[in-house]
């Protein structure tokens, strides 16, 4: 069902010719006409306002109406009324025929019409504020400039040509702007436009608008509007260009409306928070069309419809790929907007919301903001479709959302915000309950996502496809990464010829094949090294038969109870011919259909797992037949006899078959920072709210108490730290090259060889996020262990990632095994003696590193010299190496909260989120770190208080935190 918006734009685009025409061929709009601009006339008439233009009906729908120029040289007000009139009319018009809107958008100065068709403002009230907006403005100087190019290319050249006092007035689009000014600054930067083959046009405004140099105007008209008739509150949800967001019950409307004048206008980000409300249809409110053609460049790929049209990309196959690529869509760079008889452009014809959108542009993700779901991003010029990266790895973040949710094209979380919100959350019980909701959830989110290859080929889009699921709903998250990041991504890394599995990817691409990934067996300890599952080569038929060949050799995973195909990735031993063993290989199998599991194999009856309630199965294989194309040989191969060939030793052929866990730990950061970040923020919202009746304070929050300001504050601090380390994973996965050899050295488990530092990442992620969450869970008391409010559901997700996609334990222990081969380190840089030295904390990691290494390298160079075994050289030593391991790992994350510190914009909320984590962090490793001797007891003697002035410093920040961690409160 549509959800329709009629759009205000503003005043600047205001074709007169074009109204005149439209109300002579259209009887309902010059009746609306007439009504309104006579309500305009008796009530300006009945007003203490001096000198009242003349009379608009007659003038206006006269036998001889003014042309543009004519309106624009009348009295002061004159054409801002009757374009304020007509705006109005149209919206009665549009609602008579399409239904009343669902929600309301305010451009820049439309936000008066806006007002008053939501019902705050009578039609009086409202045109005698457009009257006083007029008379302000004439006295307001500067001028305003159309400029053909995205936001980030106009404000530099604002800041080459415009001395300081350019600015960025309006975002119309990814690629258009307007730029407001002194006219000579102005002319110094349409000249240096020019010299750059950019449009720029000086539009016929004799006043500027949307400047901070307008803050005596802005004052003059707030008074005028409290003097005036009481702003009501809307009727209508009412969003705005200009404040960035839905106006609430909250909102001094009167200085909202005065912000016209200094706060610029930006249209992405408004129409992006829209389109993710689940906003569908959209109609200009008034006779120009500029608002309309800008809207729709902004909701490209969003599937929206403007004022009749589709702004959804086409798709079309490329043949032998099976990858959908969209066609080039239509781009006027420089487009002037306006008609005959109006002014161009216009300060808010089509100004809008920011470039970013909380589907991320393509240049940013926008997280949604608190109960708003308000992003916080830019919009790229070149936008692309979801799935396609925009922006390189190191590339500067331009905003806090493009670090938490990744570079997306401005309609891709949009998308996923619609997909997820639109089957409520679900704590459902039992597993005929629960399988079929979880199944349709899972089809709406396939549906709003790229296809397999598009979505693997973009780690942004992976990335927050997974974390987006998992704050939803843990279950669909987990659903998420054992199909379409394991199971898929197996599928497009190792299978010998794409064709060979294009249905099966295209079947989970629709919804109509579950998968799964099984290489744990149950009864085996690091089965992953040495799979027992066999499959055998029979020749006559070219196909593999799996056998499980003891009881505790049975498969341990997920398997949907949904009645439908279902299938899996097994990992599994290949056996030739001629019976010689081959290596570890994965396999893609059918467990079961609709009648139930085939031939072949057996499921156990579900085994409950309460952290993370899914359908979990031991699974048995006795003469399961899998087709010679379903074996993911990579580059292996089988002759025609039916001996295998591969050119990779066996301990390689394990790596590149388990080597998709690369794609996990890449992506799984991002989800479990997500899950963090999210669990603060309702720990804190729970904390505000909840009043203590505790002898000390009885009345007060739970959040003025410092021991639970040191929690949340702290948890908000390590989530923002997690999420500096999800985007370096994200940016080091898609830079990633798969090595045609492994490490050299014999691992405990093939985690370094397939990527150290991904492998590093996500132990990392999964400890920190897990105790993240569990410190919010405590401190909501029994909230935090509803399945309703999610924590438990997200603490057990993390949770399973300890063991799950490698487990972590064993992941430190192959860390700090091949840090011993690594040469040894020269000369150490000093430590900075200021803990406040964003520096302080990866120089204290790097020396205590340092100080591990050489320990643990000398204590097994002792043991071997000895004669001892490699079993009885380690097994003394095995926690050491996971010492060893985890403070590598927290070496490299602590290195990426200044990393991403340099390429965010200056901040002081991302700043002291920064120092406060790292403060935290050496905090809790203080014991390690003296009784290692990494610090001296005196280098640590400042720590408390810096911890509790960190405290202070984010203590003013916190809601702008908040809004900017919180997911949209339509999925969580």
């Not at 053909?148 to 975002?171: D, K, T």
């Not at 539009?203 to 008074?223: I, K, N, T, Y």
Request: overall charge neutral.
């Amino acid at each position: 069902m549509p959800v329709s918006v009629h759009m205000f734009p503003g005043q600047g685009d205001f074709p007169v010719q074009t109204l005149y025409l439209a109300a002579a061929r259209d009887g309902a709009l010059r009746r609306a006409l007439h009504a309104v601009y006579e309500e305009i006339d008796a009530a300006l008439a009945a007003g203490p306002e001096a000198g009242p233009p003349p009379a608009l009906v007659a003038l206006l729908l006269g036998e001889h109406p003014p042309g543009g120029r004519e309106l624009a040289q009348g009295p002061t007000g004159l054409q801002q009324l009757a374009h304020h009139g007509a705006a109005l009319a149209w919206h009665r018009v549009l609602a008579e025929r399409h239904g009343p809107p669902d929600a309301l958008l305010a451009v820049s100065f439309g936000e008066l019409a806006a007002l008053t068709a939501a019902g705050a403002w009578t039609v009086g009230a409202g045109a005698t504020a457009a009257l006083q907006l007029a008379r302000v403005l004439a006295g307001a100087p500067g001028a305003l400039t159309l400029i053909g190019c995205g936001e980030e290319r106009a404000a530099e050249l604002a800041a080459r040509a415009g001395a300081g006092r350019v600015a960025v007035g309006c975002v119309n689009s990814p690629r258009e702007c307007v730029l407001g000014g002194p006219p000579e600054q102005l002319a110094a930067v349409e000249e240096l436009a020019a010299a750059r083959g950019l449009t720029a046009v000086r539009l016929r405004l004799p006043f500027g608008s949307h400047h901070p140099e307008l803050a005596d105007q802005r004052a003059r008209f707030e008074a005028l509007l409290r003097g005036g008739p009481p702003i009501g509150p809307p009727a209508v949800p009412l969003y705005s260009a200009v404040a960035g967001r839905r106006y609430t019950p909250a909102d001094d409307l009167a200085a909202r409306a005065a912000d016209c004048l200094v706060r610029p206008a930006h249209l992405p980000r408004i129409l992006a928070l829209l389109a993710a409300h689940g906003h569908t249809d959209y109609h200009e409110a008034g006779p120009g069309s500029a608002l309309g053609r800008n809207a729709a460049d902004c909701l490209r790929g969003t599937g929206a419809r403007v004022a009749g049209t589709t702004t959804d990309e086409t798709s079309t196959p490329v043949k032998g790929k099976g990858v959908r690529m969209p066609k080039e869509p239509r781009s006027t760079p420089g487009r002037t907007v306006g008609a005959p008889g109006g002014t161009v452009g216009a300060p808010g014809g089509t100004a809008g919301g920011a470039a970013g959108t909380a589907g991320g542009a393509a240049g940013t993700a926008g997280p949604p903001s608190g109960n708003a779901g308000e992003p916080a991003g830019t919009a790229r010029e070149d936008a692309r479709m979801p799935g396609e990266r925009a922006g390189t790895a190191g590339e500067p973040y331009r905003t806090l959302g493009e670090l938490l949710h990744g570079r997306h094209h401005p309609g891709y979380l949009p998308r996923l915000h619609r997909a997820l919100a639109r089957h409520p959350y679900r704590v459902a019980e039992s597993p005929g309950e629960r399988e079929p909701y979880l199944h349709r959830r899972l089809r709406t989110l396939l549906r709003a996502l790229p296809a397999a290859a598009d979505l693997h080929a973009d780690a942004d889009a992976l990335a927050a496809a997974l974390a987006w699921a998992a704050v939803a709903d843990p279950r669909l998250g987990m659903t998420l990464v054992t199909q379409n990041v394991l199971g898929q991504g197996s599928l497009l890394r190792l299978a010998g010829q794409a064709e060979d599995v294009r249905t099966e990817l295209d079947a989970v691409d629709a919804g109509e094949l579950r998968i799964g990934y099984l290489v744990t067996e149950a009864g085996r300890a690091s089965s992953h090294l040495d799979a027992a599952t066999i499959a055998e080569f029979h020749p006559g038929r070219r196909e593999f038969v799996l056998r499980t060949p003891e009881q505790e050799d049975a498969k341990f995973g997920g398997v949907a109870q949904y009645p439908g195909p279902r299938g899996a990735v097994v990992i599994a031993r290949a056996v030739d011919a001629a019976g010689r063993p081959g290596g570890v290989f994965a396999f893609l199998t059918r467990l079961a259909d609709h009648d139930g599991p085939r031939p072949g194999v057996t499921l156990s009856p579900p085994v409950p797992v309460g952290a993370l309630p899914l359908s979990y199965h031991r699974v048995r294989f006795d003469g399961l037949r899998v087709p010679e194309a379903h074996w993911l040989r990579d580059d292996a191969d089988l002759d025609a006899h039916g001996h295998l060939h591969d050119p990779r030793t066996p301990a390689d052929r394990l790596r590149r078959t388990l080597a998709v866990g690369q794609d996990l730990w890449g992506v799984l950061p991002t989800a479990l920072a997500a899950l963090a970040r999210q669990s603060a923020v309702l720990a804190v919202r729970h904390s505000r709210h909840r009043e203590t009746r505790a002898a000390l304070a009885p009345g007060s929050p739970l959040l003025a108490h410092r021991s639970q300001q040191r929690a949340l504050l702290g948890a908000l601090a390590d989530a923002f730290a997690l999420s500096c380390a999800a985007a370096r994973a994200r940016e080091l996965l898609a830079a990633a090259r798969e090595s045609d050899t492994a490490e050299a050295g014999s691992g405990f488990a093939p985690w370094a060889a397939v990527s150290r530092p991904l492998s590093a990442y996500k132990a990392h992620c999964a400890d920190e996020a897990e105790r993240i969450i569990a410190d919010c869970q405590r401190r909501c008391g029994h909230a935090g262990l509803a399945d309703g409010n999610r924590l438990a559901g997200y603490h057990g997700f993390a949770r399973s990632f300890d063991p799950a996609g490698g487990d972590s334990r064993l992941i430190r222990y192959d860390l700090g095994r091949a840090l011993l081969e690594d040469p040894p380190t020269g000369t150490l840089p000093p430590i900075p003696t200021d803990l406040a030295d964003p520096g302080w904390w990866p120089a204290v990691l790097a020396r205590h590193q340092h100080t591990q290494t050489t320990w643990l390298r000398r204590a097994t160079t002792e043991k071997a010299h000895g004669g001892a075994t490699p079993f009885e050289v380690w097994n003394p030593l095995l926690d050491r190496a996971a010492d060893l391991g985890a403070t590598y790992a927290a070496r490299l994350a602590a290195e990426d909260l200044p990393r991403a510190l340099a390429t965010l914009p200056p901040d002081g909320a991302t700043t002291a989120l920064a120092h406060l984590a790292a403060l935290r962090a050496a905090d809790r490793l203080a014991g390690p770190l003296l009784r290692h001797r990494t610090l001296a007891p005196g280098e640590l003697a400042g720590l408390e208080n810096a911890l509790e002035r960190g405290y202070d410093r984010l203590l003013p920040h916190l809601e702008e935190v908040e809004r900017d961690f919180a997911f949209p409160d339509e999925i969580v």
